[in-house]
């Protein structure tokens, strides 16, 4: 069983296109992420939600919306895409907010603009 | 805030050999510190992490963390590497309310010659 599953795994689209990637986990987790990772393999922290509710929100632009129906899953919407969007995003859930609790995560998203 | 340092982009080691990753961390108080392992294509599995206690940390796949306070250091270690280990590999740190998500290095890229 996949812990904490992604969908798409690969989304080719182009500039200015709406998309949206899903995220489910199985582990009765209360938290959840989703991260960026560059092209040089950076990875950064976008939005966190601890019982559906936004925690953080790392400069990230509005165009970039989160939506998390249940505890389960944390959905990304990303309005009128950009070139610099393009990116490999992971979701990623913990038990809790706590920081030494580790984070599960995804097999990502790798998304591309034309 | 914190940070993360991973002073070494690309390590090569013949396969068989020891390996040591370096990791340096900037955080106020006591940090909770993390190893993942990335291979191609997939997403990030967590290695070991270290919170209190025993400073010598062991972890799956044979891997084993020093951390070290006077240095601010969470060195990765495996006595003999498999030419599956190749892959790329990041250090993390957690703040102590863990909502910022975590914080990661640059990650270093492993690459195993036969």
């Known amino acids: 069983d996949t812990a904490v599953s992604q969908t798409p795994k690969y989304l080719v689209t182009q500039m200015g296109n709406d998309k949206s990637i899903k995220c489910e986990q199985n582990l009765g987790h209360d938290t959840m992420y989703w991260y960026k990772q560059d092209s040089k393999k950076f990875l950064k922290i976008m939005f966190s939600y601890n019982n559906k509710e936004l925690i953080i929100n790392e400069t990230v632009p509005n165009r970039f919306s989160p939506k998390s129906p249940d505890k389960a899953h944390l959905n990304l919407h990303i309005n009128s895409l950009e070139l610099g969007d393009s990116a490999v995003y992971f979701c990623?859930?913990?038990?809790?907010?706590?920081?030494?609790?580790?984070?599960?995560f995804g097999d990502g998203t790798r998304l591309s603009i034309l | 805030a914190q940070s993360v340092t991973q002073p070494d982009i690309h390590i090569t080691v013949s396969e068989g050999a020891s390996l040591e990753l370096r990791c340096n961390y900037s955080?106020?108080?006591?940090?909770?510190l993390f190893w993942y392992v990335q291979s191609p294509g997939q997403g990030l599995q967590l290695l070991l992490k270290y919170f209190s206690g025993d400073t010598l940390v062991q972890g799956i796949k044979g891997f084993e963390a020093e951390f070290k306070r006077s240095q601010s250091s969470f060195n990765l270690r495996k006595p003999s590497v498999h030419w599956s280990d190749a892959a790329e590999y990041f250090c993390?740190?957690?703040?102590?309310?863990?909502?910022?998500?975590?914080?990661f290095g640059k990650g270093t890229h492993l690459i195993i010659q036969p």
């Open positions: 993390a740190v957690g703040a102590g309310g863990g909502a910022d998500g975590l914080t």
């Open positions: 955080y106020g108080a006591t940090p909770y």
């Open positions: 990623a859930s913990s038990l809790g907010l706590e920081g030494n609790q580790p984070q599960h």
